[in-house]
């Protein structure tokens, strides 16, 4: 008799235990419901995934709370969407000005992307001189050079940039390998291109954007040491590309998030209505 009792009271204890569970996660999701409707989208999902982590046997409770998540994320892919639509006009027209000092050299048949040029610095103006080149393609991927021309090499892998009051930044060193690192001669001449692409050259780039007033020295290191103070029409051009990379890189971007917003939606729609 004394053994039925407990197993009684131990039966009762348990379904107690499982009511209060569903009452507690059910408290949390009508927290996140209450927080979606406000469009508080971070601490809805904050709730509902506290529910799969604190009650993961209240299944009918997760079921609704995978339903509530899925009504969150569309809700998050329309905001996005709306923000995307309504700052790429915005930042197309701010484009427009920007690309007017500029060239767009792009073959249409091997390119498809193509590269815009300041046009004080496209290469056949800029022959026989040591000068900092830069430019940026359509996407917003910005690239520094170093370019050195004179009777002798001087092998040079890297370059340093400095201020006369101590400042400076470098480049990383890119070894010579006929591609991104390249030299020929020509006429008893050399010339050598070092183009550091990306994050190789930002901090290059930067010192110079923010130092542009500055009289800039530049150091060709990792060969022969050289030295040149970039021209004022150079820096002019490397804040000009700097200014032009930001908007495109601006718009790649929400065109990219665009569209995963809008793949998104339709998964979510997808699922949304077989519920």
């Given at each position: ?24 996660a059910?408290?949390?999701l ?36 995978l ?37 767009l050299?792009?073959?249409?048949v ?9 046009k ?28 050195y021309?004179?009777a ?12 006369p009051?101590?400042l400076?930044?470098?480049t990383?060193?890119i070894?010579?390998?006929?591609g991104v ?9 050399t010339?050598?291109?070092v ?10 780039v930067?010192?110079?954007?923010a ?18 103070y970039?021209a ?23 065109v ?14 997808s699922?949304l209505?077989?519920?």
């Amino acid at each position: 008799m004394k053994q039925i009792t407990l197993c009684i009271v131990f039966l009762a204890a348990l379904l107690n235990g499982c009511s209060s569970d569903e009452k507690a996660a059910r408290t949390r999701l009508e927290k996140a419901r209450q927080m979606y409707e406000q469009n508080e989208f971070f601490t809805a999902k904050s709730e509902i995934d506290s529910i799969r982590t604190l009650y993961p046997k209240e299944y009918k409770v997760l079921k609704e709370g995978l339903e509530l998540m899925r009504q969150v994320e569309w809700k998050e892919n329309e905001r996005t969407i709306a923000f995307c639509d309504s700052m790429i006009p915005v930042k197309e027209e701010e484009l427009q000005e920007l690309v007017k000092g500029f060239t767009l050299e792009k073959d249409s048949v091997y390119q498809p992307v193509g590269n815009y040029i300041w046009k004080q610095q496209t290469i056949e103006r800029n022959v026989q001189r040591c000068y900092i080149r830069c430019g940026v393609n359509e996407r917003g991927e910005m690239y520094l050079a170093s370019v050195y021309y004179g009777a002798r090499p001087i092998n040079h892998t890297s370059l340093r940039v400095s201020t006369p009051d101590g400042l400076s930044a470098e480049t990383a060193s890119i070894a010579y390998d006929g591609g991104v690192n390249y030299r020929f001669e020509d006429l008893g001449s050399t010339t050598e291109v070092v183009t550091y692409k990306g994050d190789n050259g930002m901090d290059a780039v930067k010192f110079i954007y923010a130092n542009e007033k500055e009289r800039i020295k530049a150091e060709f290191t990792g060969g022969k040491p050289y030295t040149i103070y970039i021209a004022e029409g150079d820096k002019k051009a490397i804040a000009a590309t700097y200014d032009l990379a930001v908007v495109l890189s601006d718009i790649e971007n929400m065109v990219t998030e665009r569209e995963k917003a809008l793949k998104r939606q339709a998964y979510l729609q997808s699922k949304l209505e077989l519920e």
